[in-house]
C-alpha cells in the first residue's frame, strides 16, 4: 500500500530522531533505495551510508514553495525510479510554506506515490490536534 506518513508534533518531542530511525530501518528491509531530504548536513552522519542524502541548502537556487518543491522531488524521482522511500524532515522548512498551505504539495506527493511506488515520510513541527484535516488523514 502506497501512503505518505506525516509524523507531527511540537519542537523537541523527537520527530526527527524517528524519521532518522525510520530511514535506517527501511534502507535494511526495502529493495528500492531510501532518500533523506534535509535543509542542513546535521543529519547526514545519523544516517545509513545506503541512504541518499540531499542537503537542499548545497543548493544554488532555492527551492520554496510547493511547486518547486515538488518539482523538485520529480527530479529526484526520474533520476532514480528504483526509489521505496523518501524522507523529508521538517516540511514546512524545507518547503518554506506554512501548514495550512501544504494541501497543494501534499495532494501532489500522493499522486507521485501512486504513479511511482514511493512511500513519504514527512515530519511537521506544530500541534497535532490543530493540523488542517488534509494532514491528519496521514498521522
Given at each position: 500500500m502506497?501512503?505518505?506518513?506525516?509524523i507531527?508534533?511540537?519542537?523537541?518531542?523527537?520527530?526527527?530522531?524517528?524519521?532518522?530511525?525510520?530511514?535506517n530501518?527501511?534502507?535494511?528491509?526495502s529493495?528500492?533505495?531510501?532518500?533523506?531530504?534535509?535543509?542542513?548536513?546535521?543529519?547526514?552522519?545519523?544516517?545509513?551510508h545506503?541512504i541518499?542524502?540531499?542537503?537542499?541548502s548545497?543548493?544554488?537556487?532555492?527551492?520554496?514553495g510547493s511547486?518547486?518543491?515538488?518539482g523538485?522531488?520529480?527530479?529526484?524521482?526520474s533520476?532514480n525510479?528504483?526509489?521505496?522511500?523518501?524522507?523529508?524532515?521538517?516540511?514546512?522548512?524545507?518547503?518554506?510554506?506554512?501548514?495550512?498551505?501544504?494541501?497543494?504539495?501534499?495532494?501532489?506527493?500522493?499522486?507521485?506515490s501512486?504513479?511511482y511506488?514511493?512511500?513519504?515520510?514527512?515530519?511537521?513541527?506544530?500541534?497535532?490536534?490543530?493540523?488542517?484535516?488534509f494532514?491528519?488523514?496521514?498521522y
Amino acid at each position: 500500500m502506497l501512503m505518505i506518513k506525516v509524523i507531527c508534533g511540537k519542537k523537541g518531542v523527537g520527530k526527527t530522531k524517528v524519521l532518522v530511525d525510520l530511514a535506517n530501518s527501511l534502507v535494511d528491509t526495502s529493495l528500492g533505495d531510501v532518500v533523506f531530504i534535509d535543509g542542513s548536513s546535521q543529519l547526514m552522519y545519523d544516517l545509513n551510508h545506503k541512504i541518499r542524502f540531499i542537503n537542499l541548502s548545497e543548493f544554488p537556487v532555492n527551492i520554496s514553495g510547493s511547486c518547486t518543491f515538488l518539482g523538485f522531488i520529480c527530479g529526484v524521482i526520474s533520476e532514480n525510479y528504483d526509489i521505496s522511500g523518501i524522507f523529508i524532515d521538517n516540511i514546512t522548512k524545507v518547503a518554506n510554506e506554512e501548514t495550512n498551505v501544504l494541501k497543494e504539495l501534499i495532494d501532489g506527493l500522493k499522486e507521485l506515490s501512486t504513479k511511482y511506488s514511493v512511500d513519504f515520510y514527512i515530519s511537521l513541527e506544530g500541534d497535532p490536534n490543530s493540523m488542517p484535516d488534509f494532514i491528519k488523514e496521514c498521522y
